[in-house]
């Protein structure tokens, strides 16, 4: 066969299209870099990766460098030092483009010595998008973290493997223990620290409900302090999976001390937490399925990622039974036929069950291709975005859990930016203050709802803070409805992802507990 068979061309024309577009859809491309010249090759999709026009830009080693982000100068020598001793380079650090932007990118190339020349080939891939929803994950915790310190809650989380409940500082500090004297504990452990008519009613509550897969709870009970007495704490969580011995696969709750409203009948609440983090990187691969003869071929990667055996031959039935939720196969068909007759990209994402009967999240992308008027073969890429859906999912719940979380707990919860407005006020801190039908601003809370007798004392301690970048803590009177009240606000300067400096406080309302003290000294 002649080697500029037009065949040949084709296929390998359309190798190198289906090779760009699966590049192009994990944003990762591969280089070649002559460390004795000092040059390098670059693929379509690195010059995209770091905005240069293919056309006038010709990188080089000294180039690349002076695009790596300077603080990430030293970890990237270092990296260079070590892959001339290993023969190999994984990393991951930033960049900034031609056009100014900085993006995260991970590395990978292995060492290759071609005679007397030193040649490095590898790929680079822009995972900014996924550096991005970590950073969000993590303000997002750090905001009900920040609920959660200031409210005093302590919280625990049951580990199945380990047959421990893990506890934070808060939950030890409640039972008179220092973070280190109590991390962890276990069933039975902790079975002793509660009050025995309490775990009576817990138990019954559990035998009664134990065929639920899901079961909420609150109870009001008494735990055992480390000096012997007991503490009443307001317990609410989640049990999952409850066996026959009322151990659970997943539990989760909190604890908040209720031992003054016990005793002088103060109303507190709790507050809730979850914590889910991921973390891998996108994998793609390419399919083909041909019209006329029906046959189906899959790349490598393909295979990898639905985790089929050797000899597992793909075809048209036997693909949609990779489907995880056959109720859409249907709907995927008609997806699929819509392409051809109409002769369009489709682009589509849902959950598969790989060979191994592991399911996934997968973006599948199909191109027509046009012979003589009519589709003759589709072709196209499936790309593993588990983990991009899976942050997406987690961002969008602990985000419904903040919201839920702040509008429903008995405190109220505030934001102050660097010039002292208030950019959020929750229900109940408007409820609080008397404001349920209207904003207001720091100024209209000091003039109108902070008592004459406080309002100086209120000023100095909120202009401190705010100057001084400091913690505010402070009781004073309000006046709602010509009724007084006391209540306590706390809040924490924090930066938020551009820098800007604001306070995450809360406000409770302590005029009982005022006003208790106040009868005692009486």
């Not at 295979?303 to 995880?324: A, G, H, W």
């Not at 803070?465 to 010509?482: G, T």
Request: glycine share 4%.
């Amino acid at each position: 066969m002649k080697v500029n068979d037009p065949s040949i061309a084709r296929e390998l024309e359309e190798s190198n299209h289906r090779l760009l577009e699966a590049q192009q859809l994990a944003k990762i491309g591969n280089w070649e870099a002559n460390v004795n010249s000092g040059n390098i090759i670059w693929s379509p999709v690195v010059y995209e990766i770091f905005e240069c026009d293919p056309n006038s830009f010709k990188p080089t080693i000294t180039s690349f460098k002076e695009m790596v982000h300077p603080e990430d100068e030293a970890i990237v020598y270092e990296e260079d030092i070590k892959a001339f001793k290993t023969g190999y380079f994984n990393l991951t650090h930033r960049i900034t483009t031609k056009k100014g932007n900085v993006k995260y990118v991970h590395e990978i190339a292995s060492k290759i010595e071609n005679g007397d020349e030193l040649i490095y080939r590898g790929t680079i891939q822009d995972i900014t998008q996924l550096r991005e929803t970590e950073k969000a994950l993590t303000l997002e915790k750090k905001k009900l973290d920040l609920i959660i310190s200031s409210s005093n809650l302590g919280t625990y989380d049951w580990n199945k493997k380990k047959q421990c409940y893990f506890l934070n500082a808060n939950y030890a500090k409640i039972l008179g223990y220092t973070e280190d004297e109590l991390k962890s504990i276990s069933f039975t452990k902790w079975y002793e620290t509660v009050h025995p008519e309490d775990m009576t009613m817990m138990i019954n509550f559990f035998i009664s409900r134990q065929e639920e897969d899901i079961i909420p709870y609150e109870f009001e009970m008494r735990l055992k302090h480390k000096e012997g007495h007991w503490v009443w704490v307001l317990n609410n969580g989640r049990v999952e999976g409850l066996n026959q011995d009322l151990l659970p696969a997943y539990q989760s709750g909190i604890i908040l001390e209720i031992s003054e409203r016990k005793q002088a009948e103060i109303e507190l609440d709790r507050t809730k937490a979850l914590l889910l983090q991921t973390n891998s990187i996108t994998k793609t691969g390419g399919w083909s399925w041909n019209l006329v003869t029906g046959e189906i071929q899959w790349t490598e990667n393909t295979r990898i990622i639905n985790e089929v055996e050797d000899d597992y031959e793909p075809s048209y039935d036997s693909i949609f039974n990779l489907i995880s939720d056959q109720k859409l196969v249907p709907q995927v068909q008609s997806l699929i036929e819509n392409s051809i007759n109409q002769k369009e990209k489709f682009d589509l994402e849902l959950q598969l069950l790989t060979g191994k009967g592991n399911k996934f999240w997968a973006r599948l992308i199909g191109i027509p291709e046009i012979i003589d008027g009519k589709v003759q073969r589709l072709y196209g890429t499936i790309q593993n975005i588990d983990e991009q859906k899976r942050n997406e999912f987690e961002l969008q719940e602990k985000t419904k859990q903040y919201n839920e979380l702040v509008e429903n707990i008995p405190i109220g919860v505030y934001k102050l930016n660097r010039n002292g407005e208030l950019n959020y006020m929750s229900p109940p801190f408007k409820k609080m203050i008397g404001v349920e039908d209207r904003e207001i601003d720091t100024n209209d809370f000091a003039n109108e709802v902070v008592h004459p007798d406080d309002l100086d004392m209120f000023l100095k301690a909120n202009n401190y803070a705010l100057e001084n970048y400091q913690y505010f803590n402070l009781e004073f009177r309000i006046i709602v409805k010509s009724q007084i009240k006391w209540v306590k606000a706390t809040s924490q300067p924090n930066k938020d992802l551009n820098g800007n400096w604001y306070w995450f406080g809360t406000l409770s309302d302590i005029t009982q507990r005022k006003n208790g003290t106040e009868s005692k000294t009486k």
